[in-house]
């Protein structure tokens, strides 16, 4: 349970300190869209602007003009059609001997000049359509030249917004870190000396969500050049405080730490300095490892085996193990502070 409500303070410590980065990250920063307004010249952004407003108007007159030649192109071919029809009623009366009514000969009459003058719009259209093509290419290559100046025009401001931008996350990183940092010194100190505490898991969840943050803060702000030696750094001191923390617990251990391990070793009936087996009592001749511990079967022990117990001392490492305690004479353990029979104390533990 302790661990599970540890993770969850973790995870809550990161969730905030993620809400105020988030709130960081808000601050205002260069913004290219006023700076290219402000630093483009006037009459390079009139221009374009007209000459957009020019080109859609072209291409506007363009696609009307095409779809008014599609349809003199269509009234052209239906009175094609209708002249063909009145010239074939006229072969037919020529054949025959007679003459077109008067009525078809006018239409046949009207026909033609109709077709002539859908003739004549269709040419008027091509040209007119021609030109506003011309018109269009025109306007484009101006576009083009217009565009190629503002590129050029463009370059110092994008410099100057790259240069902006750049001390705006540098900016951004120093308010995070100045933030976070001071948090991660706290929880170094509660680190080290909550370590093995009461509420070492409380610091150990607060220092991981502390740590994580700055590393993405790092990841995220930092040029990953950067960024590599800086982990591998903090790495390098984390793995050498670990050692070195190590060495001295290996140098001299703590009472508590000593404890655990004395208190496992009697338990297993090992010696808890050379690990030898502890054969004494029911266990005198009995032969087992860490790994065989477990499928040995519990021996009963009535009491008068229990009167047997007698001191005893390593064979391997000449440790003393048990011996009689002074207040009430049993026998008890050396190494543990206080004896199980009257609970007397060793002076030196």
Not at 115 to 144: G, H, Y
Not at 239 to 251: K, N
Not at 300 to 317: K, W
Request: glycine share 4%; proline share 4%; charged share 20%.
């Amino acid at each position: 349970m302790v661990f599970g409500f540890s993770i969850a303070v973790g995870v809550l410590a990161f969730w905030l300190l993620g809400y105020i980065i988030h709130d960081i990250d808000r601050i205002q920063g260069p913004n290219y869209t006023q700076m290219l307004e402000g630093g483009l010249p006037k009459e390079l952004q009139d221009e374009r602007q007209e000459l957009t407003a020019q080109l859609a108007d072209l291409k506007q007159q363009i696609a009307a003009t095409e779809q008014r030649r599609q349809l003199t192109g269509q009234t052209t071919s239906d009175s094609q059609q209708t002249i063909n029809q009145l010239l074939q009623l006229k072969r037919n009366a020529d054949q025959n001997a007679t003459s077109l009514s008067e009525d078809q000969q006018q239409a046949l009459t009207e026909s033609l000049q109709l077709f002539l003058a859908n003739q004549n719009q269709a040419q008027a259209l091509n040209a007119e359509l021609s030109q506003l093509n011309e018109d269009r290419n025109d306007v484009q290559a101006k576009q083009r030249t217009n565009a190629s100046a503002i590129t050029s025009a463009t370059r110092p401001i994008e410099t100057e917004y790259e240069h902006l931008y750049q001390q705006h996350q540098w900016r951004l990183a120093a308010y995070k870190l100045g933030m976070l940092v001071p948090l991660l010194l706290v929880c170094g100190w509660l680190f080290v000396r909550h370590t093995g505490g009461t509420y070492a898991m409380l610091v150990y969840a607060m220092s991981g969500a502390v740590a994580s943050r700055v590393l993405l803060v790092m990841h995220e702000h930092f040029p990953a050049i950067y960024f590599k030696y800086i982990l591998i750094g903090l790495s390098l001191a984390i793995a050498t405080g670990v050692l070195v923390r190590l060495l001295r617990l290996v140098a001299k251990p703590s009472r508590d730490w000593l404890l655990r391990q004395y208190r496992e070793a009697y338990a297993n009936f090992f010696c808890p300095i050379c690990d030898f087996p502890i054969q004494r009592g029911p266990l005198k001749y009995a032969a087992w490892t860490r790994r065989s511990l477990k499928k040995h079967t519990p021996i009963a022990i009535d009491p008068a085996t229990a009167t047997l117990d007698q001191p005893y001392t390593c064979p391997c490492c000449e440790t003393s193990l048990f011996h009689k305690c002074e207040k009430c004479g049993d026998v008890r353990h050396s190494l543990l502070p206080a004896c199980e029979k009257c609970g007397d104390v060793l002076s030196d533990a």
